[in-house]
Nanobody
Framework: VQLVESGGGSVQAGGSLRLSCRVS????????MGWFRQAPGSEREGVAA???????SYADSVKGRFTISEDNAKNTLYLQMNSLAPEDTAMYYC?????????????????WGQGTQVTVST
């Protein structure tokens, strides 16, 4: 599985961005998909995940602000990010794994994209 993220950029606090992840071999029944982020000097953290059946999970820090979704016809995973804050600044990665125990804090994601930078300024 190849994953290619896009949609990152710079935005002011309170703004929105939508990240996209194009998946090379995407079928909704095949993978658990997730978004992760890593800020400089910090550990990577799970942001959101979506299971093969559409069940979603989110990190507490983004609940109510971020939405993960997928478009099977376009082989694309999305992360809609609203009400962005400076603490959301990070490199954001798309990831995939087999659809078992699909949670935002799962540690067995084994396919990763190259990342897309999100910078939120005050």
């Amino acid at each position: 599985v190849q994953l290619v993220e896009s949609g990152g950029g710079s935005v002011q606090a309170g703004g929105s961005l939508r990240l996209s992840c194009r998946v090379s071999e995407y079928t909704s029944s095949s993978y658990c998909m997730g978004w992760f982020r890593q800020a400089p000097g910090s550990e990577r953290e799970g942001v959101a995940a979506i299971d093969a059946d559409g069940t979603t999970s989110y990190a507490d820090s983004v609940k109510g602000r971020f939405t993960i979704s997928e478009d099977n016809a376009k082989n694309t995973l999305y992360l809609q990010m609203n009400s962005l804050a400076p603490e959301d600044t990070a490199m954001y990665y798309c990831a995939a794994k087999l659809p078992f125990e699909c949670y935002v804090d799962a540690s067995d994601f084994d396919n990763w994209g190259q990342g897309t930078q999100v910078t939120v300024s005050t």
